[in-house]
């Protein structure tokens, strides 16, 4: 049981340039997140997914996109990479039952130049 | 609206007690929770609290929860340097999406 797992656990981006954030989580859970954390900050959250074929907006959104195809996966997609973008990037799901306790995957650490 | 606060730093000596305070502004939060974070790792919850509690005790760690004043207090016993770490206090208001809001974390250092 590995939990909730990320990959790549560092990664440097040009301005411009794509890439997705993978996140797996083990447990059966109905509902997975994303979170990004910024030096200094506590965690905002990104998107949301209730179910698989389900997501939706969290507070900062803008520049990332999510898909839930499965129970398991729910990566994250940024397009266009921007300096603003430059954080720590946490994924986390729990199960649908009280008291919503969320698991964390181990953070994906993204600098864009 | 939704807005958690702690405060920033910490410092206290190994074998005393550490007190993080914490407070929130949704009092319809269901659960409030303390989650620990160690240098270049996940978050990891430590315990929660059930809103229709005042107290919970889970080993080392005491939960006092003042629904009134919306204060949530984590207290550390015997504190040790493995205790060193960010903690951050986290609320979930809104029980549709169950995403938690946290707060800025407070930075705990033990000193031996």
């Known amino acids: 049981n590995a939990g909730v797992t990320q990959t790549p656990k560092f990664r440097i981006l040009k301005i411009g340039q794509s890439m997705t954030l993978q996140c797996t989580q083990d447990m059966n859970h109905n509902y997975m997140y994303w979170y990004r954390q910024d030096p200094g900050m506590g965690l905002k959250l990104i998107y949301y997914?209730?179910?698989?074929?389900?997501?939706d907006k969290g507070e900062v959104p803008n520049g990332y996109n999510v898909s839930r195809s499965t129970t398991e996966d729910f990566p994250l997609r940024l397009e266009l990479a921007a300096p603003s973008q430059t954080s720590v990037y946490f994924c986390?799901?729990?199960?649908?039952?009280?008291?919503?306790?969320?698991?964390f995957g181990p953070g994906t650490r993204l600098t864009v130049t | 609206g939704e807005d958690v606060e702690q405060s920033l730093f910490l410092s206290v000596r190994e074998g005393d007690s550490s007190v993080i305070n914490c407070t929130y502004t949704d009092s319809s939060s269901t659960y409030l929770y303390w989650y620990k974070q160690e240098p270049g790792a996940g978050l990891q919850l430590l315990t929660y609290?059930?809103?229709?509690?005042d107290m919970k005790q889970d080993q080392r760690l005491t939960v006092l929860l003042n629904k009134k004043d919306k204060h949530l207090s984590l207290r550390i016993a015997d504190t040790q340097t493995g205790d060193s770490a960010i903690y951050f206090c986290a609320e979930s208001p809104d029980t549709g999406r169950r995403a938690l809001t946290f707060g800025s974390g407070t930075r705990l250092q033990v000193q031996p």
């Open positions: 609290i059930f809103s229709n509690m």
């Open positions: 986390a799901s729990s199960s649908a039952g009280g008291p919503y306790e969320q698991y």
């Open positions: 997914s209730v179910g698989a074929g389900i997501t």
